[in-house]
């Protein structure tokens, strides 16, 4: 993956319809950070042909996709999505793009979202999101 700008993580969440458009799809906010991470979980196989050495499953294991993202809501009615789907424990559908690598896909629970206002700044957010089910990803098209 080549240099990237960080801005261009984008965060976007789907709005309920039963269409899955680019138009049914809304950035979530203005970020100053975000990131994910793929974690998967090994399945320990280890024996005493192992040689010394830890073995694992291949293709054993959970897989767990999170992100975190940090800024400023763009609009009212997304701050109202997203809290509406906190306050419900529903799992929205989201899109977390990659720039230069590609789209992952699919239904997040958010695990928290917290909102700070200094006295002389804009108000903030942070959304912490949890893989719910299957995620998949679309390389970008070169």
């Known amino acids: 993956m080549t240099a990237q700008l960080g801005r261009e993580l984008l965060l976007k969440i789907h709005d309920g319809s039963g269409s899955f458009e680019d138009a049914n799809f809304t950035a979530v906010g203005g970020f100053k950070s975000n990131d994910i991470k793929i974690n998967i979980a090994a399945v320990d196989i280890t024996s005493k042909d192992s040689g010394g050495f830890k073995e ?15 800024g400023t809501f763009l609009s009212d009615a997304t701050f109202a999505l997203v809290h509406a789907h906190v306050m419900n424990a529903t799992h929205p559908y989201c899109r977390v ?14 695990t928290s979202l917290e909102l700070a206002g200094p006295e002389a700044a804009e108000v903030t957010y942070t959304i912490n999101l949890d893989s719910s ?5 679309t390389p970008e098209s070169m």
């Not at 793009?97 to 958010?110: L, M, Q, W």
């Open 56 to 70: 694992s499953l291949d293709g054993g294991g959970q897989r767990n996709f999170t992100s975190t993202a940090t």
């Open 97 to 110: 793009i990659v720039p230069g690598h590609g789209t992952y896909e699919g239904k997040f629970a958010i």
């Open 133 to 137: 089910g299957t995620i998949t990803f």
